[in-house]
């Protein structure tokens, strides 16, 4: 593969995250990683954080696309728009990563390595592997239902991967087109699960490096009962389609 996988996009998915995009836009600008950009799909925030991204974009046009959405209407819907856009971009690899600075930019670097020296179609920053951890803030009813949420999804799904929930994710191009992301339905953290579903069916190998992920500095989480709801009900129905 080598050098030929050269344009890199990094989706981020915005609500209310004025505090947090610059700094975010900032470190991945540090690591000097050629043909790397950011698309910023806002969701018409109320904080302004569209009017950032938009300021970030007009002064470093080469690193930095803006996508404002018109309607708040679901993680896995933005990563779908955001998804789709990078691929009509022509980009060969395209990044998963959250706003709120809870994932490790500094692992970026090795996610797209991991890509281009072996046969993975995913790489997973992963909480759970040797060498991963959660936020010591994080509180211990976070640390369960996060432990519990991978097991259940693992158990009945058998993708195999130790951090079947996480949102911090590199894929090559190709694999996003074969597991046709443009037609998954989930939404929330159950979106993150479907993809990982789609690329195991497809016959894809997931690899996995470890991070440490943080806790947010600014700003309010976004994890509701319905998208725990739906996370929780989604690998049945994943289960029951493919039967």
Do not use: C
């Amino acid at each position: 593969m080598g050098e030929s996988l050269s344009k890199i996009i990094v989706v981020v998915p915005t609500y209310n995250e004025r505090e947090n995009l610059p700094v975010l836009a900032g470190l991945l600008a540090d690591l000097h990683l050629p043909g790397l950009q950011m698309l910023v799909v806002d969701d018409n925030s109320p904080d302004g954080t569209g009017d950032v991204a938009d300021e970030l974009a007009k002064a470093a046009p080469e690193r930095v696309g803006v996508l404002h959405r018109t309607e708040k209407n679901g993680l896995g819907r933005a990563y779908v728009a955001g998804i789709t856009r990078a691929l009509d971009e022509n980009a060969d690899i395209i990044l998963q990563m959250d706003a709120d600075l809870s994932h490790p930019a500094s692992v970026v670097p090795i996610m797209v390595e991991k890509l281009r020296s072996t046969d993975a179609g995913l790489v997973i920053g992963s909480r759970y592997v040797e060498g991963g951890s959660a936020a010591a803030e994080w509180a211990w009813h976070r640390r369960m239902l996060s432990a519990w949420a991978n097991f259940y999804v693992n158990t009945i799904l058998r993708l195999g991967v130790k951090d079947a929930t996480a949102g911090f994710k590199a894929w090559k191009a190709d694999t996003l087109r074969a597991i046709e992301v443009g037609s998954i339905q989930s939404n929330g953290y159950s979106f993150q699960v479907e993809m990982n579903y789609r690329a195991v069916r497809r016959g894809f190998r997931i690899a996995e490096v470890p991070i440490r992920f943080e806790e947010r500095t600014h700003g309010a989480s976004k994890m509701s009962l319905k998208v725990q709801l739906e996370s929780a009900l989604m690998p049945w129905k994943l289960l029951f389609r493919r039967s």
